[in-house]
């Protein structure tokens, strides 16, 4: 486990992003979600499609906007009405690289244009000679050619389009990047090469990641801490070893029992778990969020926190550690 220093980079307070502006309309897509993320490290925030993982990340690159709670970089606010000048200092310090390359990719552009949009935007170079070394930077740091500037998207293949993204991102010399499913896309032979090269320029730029999948065997090779998220609502969150190691949310369980195993004889006897949300009794006992043991928080009431509690008990739990809880 890396030493952060516990330095908050990104916090996030009782998030809550609505679609639909009218009432019959209206759908619920983040639901009173709390997390922070430490200064070099990698968040993962895992879940089935439309369980609003995506939308926390575009919450905080400002793309979608927030209908209540609040979202803090380096202690500032930054959802809702800031100044001009603060929303072109986060339009370089956070940048997203996307799921698809081949959609987020302006067809009709030349390499060279795709990589310096966010420099024209925000205008982050001197002259045209800082742009192109800038650009060239860039393409080298991702382990692409300087001489790629005048190709376009469709002459590359899947994996070298998703490295154009990342140089895109790259190019603005941010510290904080939100990687949306940024390997889901692509062939299965070149995904750990892009998870290298995701973790190589962490530590070579000091980055920070916001890493959101739908993979847990991908989020357990490249996070540091993983939550948890179903139906808008974050369920469990722990440094990622004690997560695969001690689950305790019945989703968590069941998205693990999915991940497949490489051995075919223990894949046909393995048990698969199904989650059924109507296994919670939330309506006499309300469910709260509750640190069942260091750095491990899930989302139960008080019969649910009993039993855990048991399952840890002989486990990691520190036995002297009490539980705090508070309400959502």
């Known amino acids: 486990m890396k030493d952060f220093r516990k330095e908050i980079l990104l916090e996030v307070k009782n998030l809550r992003v609505e679609f639909g502006k009218k009432r019959k309309d209206k759908f619920v897509a983040v639901d009173g979600?709390?997390?922070?993320?430490?200064?070099?490290?990698?968040?993962?925030l895992v879940g089935e499609s439309g369980s609003g993982k995506t939308t926390i990340g575009r919450a905080i690159a400002r793309i979608n906007e927030t209908a209540s709670g609040e979202i803090f970089y380096k202690g500032q606010k930054i959802n809702g009405k800031i100044s001009k000048?603060?929303?072109?200092?986060?339009?370089?310090?956070?940048q997203m690289i996307f799921q698809d390359p081949m959609a987020s990719l302006n067809e009709r552009a030349k390499v060279d244009y795709i990589v310096s949009e966010g420099l024209y935007n925000?205008?982050?170079?001197?002259?045209?000679?800082e742009r192109k070394s800038k650009v060239e930077k860039a393409l080298l740091d991702v382990g692409l050619l300087p001489e790629f500037v005048s190709r376009f998207p469709h002459e590359f293949s899947g994996g070298q389009r998703q490295r154009i993204g990342i140089a895109r991102a790259l190019v603005m010399e941010p510290e904080f990047i939100i990687a949306d499913e940024p390997i889901s896309a692509l062939d299965v032979s070149i995904r750990a090469q892009v998870l290298n090269l995701l973790s190589e320029l962490q530590k070579e730029k000091n980055l920070t990641y916001l890493f959101i999948?739908?993979?847990?065997?991908?989020?357990?090779?490249?996070t540091d801490r993983l939550a948890v998220i179903h139906k808008g609502k974050i369920v469990e969150l722990a440094e990622t070893d004690k997560?695969?190691?001690?689950?305790?949310?019945?989703?968590?369980?069941?998205?693990?029992?999915?991940?497949?195993i490489p051995d075919p004889i223990k894949e046909k006897k393995k048990t698969l778990e199904v989650y059924d949300p109507n296994c919670h009794n939330y309506r006499k006992d309300p469910a709260k969020w509750i640190e069942i043991e260091p750095g491990h928080f899930v989302l139960a009431n008080?019969?649910?926190?009993?039993?855990?509690?048991?399952?840890?008990?002989g486990g990691s739990c520190n036995k002297y550690f009490k539980p705090r809880t508070s309400g959502l």
């Not at 925000?122 to 000679?129: L, R």
């Not at 999948?213 to 490249?222: C, E, Q």
């Open 85 to 94: 000048e603060l929303d072109k200092q986060l339009t370089r310090k956070i």
């Open 33 to 44: 979600v709390s997390f922070h993320i430490y200064k070099g490290e990698t968040f993962g």
């Open 122 to 129: 925000i205008k982050n170079y001197k002259n045209e000679e």
């Open 302 to 313: 008080e019969e649910e926190m009993e039993e855990y509690m048991n399952r840890l008990a």
């Open 243 to 260: 997560l695969f190691e001690n689950p305790l949310h019945p989703y968590t369980r069941a998205l693990l029992s999915a991940i497949p």
């Open 213 to 222: 999948a739908h993979d847990l065997s991908v989020v357990r090779f490249i």
